[in-house]
């Protein structure tokens, strides 16, 4: 089983030169880049290839960039901002060799109907997929866990990557997202567990479905999440990606970095290594 690690664990406490480092030394696998504060951040003291040097020197390599937010239901202009986005994450992806965009649907209080969430996001994930393509870059949707996320369960993010039909266009199994709207792990199990790109290890205190939120995650093994259901099915269908654990809990933000980066490893390590 290989481990990698999200930022977001870290938010608050590090910076992408810390957690590459500690990391590294805390035997992680992969990181996944948030191009959203953690890269650019990065970038205003260093330069890109002084990262792209780094993951060659080091055993640590990045999976995935963090995260192409909201691609769904945009207008024309916040679209075209988008692409805009999309296409630089694409050269820091050639540069340091990322395997992953996460792609991330819109969240909104607007109602709107099913068929255009489906619609608009087949339309979208077809185009981001063509300009990905050169790049050899796959994208990875991430359904959230909240009512006001318009795809936030397993399984309409799964019909709607089933309708893109693109080997390059999978998805981010995050186990909090997962359990948050209530996802069937029926429906997990009748899926092509090939379209699952990223597994997103995590946990949670026990409030109702509807009411999670990010900031109620816990080391994983220590919530309420049926992970050992979860990996079952995984392991049954033959998953074997690295399982990457992302947390975003400010009590963990308190505490030293490097404590964090080991306490997710251990607590994660000790979940996955049964199944995966
Ligand atoms: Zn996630």
Same mark, same amino acid.
Not at 113 to 125: E, H, M, N, R
Not at 234 to 239: I, R, V
């Given at each position: 089983?290989?481990?990698g ?25 992969y990181?996944e ?29 990045p999976y995935a ?35 992953y ?19 608009? +996001? ?7 997929? @063509? #300009?990905?393509? &050169? ?6 949707? !991430?359904? $959230? ?91 049954? +269908? ?7 654990? @992302? #947390?975003?809990? &400010? ?6 970095? !490097?404590? $964090? ?16």
């Amino acid at each position: 089983m290989k481990l990698g690690f999200n930022q977001a664990t870290t938010l608050e406490n590090s910076n992408l030169a810390t957690d590459l480092e500690l990391c590294e030394r805390h035997g992680y696998d992969y990181i996944e880049i948030r191009t959203m504060d953690k890269l650019p951040e990065y970038l205003e003291q260093y330069s890109l290839q002084r990262l792209s040097a780094y993951f060659q020197e080091n055993h640590i390599k990045p999976y995935a960039l963090n995260a192409l937010v909201y691609f769904n239901n945009r207008s024309e202009d916040e679209y075209q901002q988008l692409l805009k986005e999309f296409k630089q994450m694409l050269e820091y992806a050639k540069e340091l060799q990322v395997p992953y965009i996460v792609v991330v649907p819109l969240v909104t209080k607007e109602k709107i109907l099913k068929k255009d969430i489906k619609a608009s +996001s087949v339309a979208v994930l077809h185009e981001l997929a @063509e #300009l990905a393509a &050169p790049y050899g870059v796959k994208l990875a949707v !991430e359904f $959230v866990g909240h009512p006001d996320c318009t795809i936030n369960t397993f399984e309409q993010a799964y019909d709607i990557v089933q309708k893109v039909d693109n080997p390059n266009v999978g998805l981010v199994l995050d186990c909090f997202h997962f359990h948050a709207m209530n996802s069937s792990i029926e429906a997990l199990r009748q899926a092509d567990i090939s379209k699952v790109f990223i597994l997103h290890m995590d946990d949670t205190e026990d409030f109702p479905i509807g009411s999670l939120v990010d900031e109620d995650r816990v080391w994983p093994g220590q919530g309420v999440i049926d992970l050992e259901g979860i990996l079952s099915v995984l392991k049954e +269908s033959g998953f074997d990606g690295p399982a990457t654990v @992302e #947390l975003f809990r &400010p009590e963990y933000y308190e505490m030293k970095a !490097e404590d $964090v980066i080991k306490k997710a490893k251990e607590t994660t390590a000790e979940v996955v290594s049964k199944y995966l």
